[in-house]
Nanobody
Framework: QVQLVESGGGSVEAGGSLRLSCLAS????????MAWFRQSPGKEREFVAA????????RIGDAAKGRFSVSRDTGKNTIFLHMSSVKPEDSAIYYC?????????????????WGPGVQVPVSS
């Protein structure tokens, strides 16, 4: 049974950096795009970043462009979200997800498996 497990969350000050990790435990087929979404209280889940199965192609959401990046260690079935110059409005629960497609997608409905999420509070 495949499970997605996020780690690396925690408090960070505005302007700082943080790296989130997501392990696809039990995954043997690597032909999965993976992504990060986030959700803060009272708001809809928002696309943050996605990466194709090989790691060669990525997509970054508008709110994260220029500050966040996504990478992948295919040998370890792990993706990373590299967050820099964080802002208080980046405070949210960050979720990892995967989709049985080779290219990164911003479409929430493409993703069929989700992790439990990690909290990232950003203090001003």
């Amino acid at each position: 049974q495949v499970q997605l497990v996020e780690s690396g969350g925690g408090s960070v000050e505005a302007g700082g950096s943080l790296r989130l990790s997501c392990l696809a435990s039990g995954r043997t087929d690597r032909r999965y795009a993976m992504a990060w979404f986030r959700q803060s209280p009272g708001k809809e889940r928002e696309f943050v970043a996605a990466i194709g199965w090989s790691g060669a192609s990525t997509r970054i959401g508008d709110a994260a462009k220029g500050r966040f990046s996504v990478s992948r260690d295919t040998g370890k079935n792990t993706i990373f979200l590299h967050m820099s110059s964080v802002k208080p409005e980046d405070s949210a629960i960050y979720y990892c997800a995967d989709a049985f497609c080779v290219s990164p997608s911003e479409d929430f409905f493409e993703y069929t498996l989700w992790g439990p999420g990690v909290q990232v509070p950003v203090s001003s």
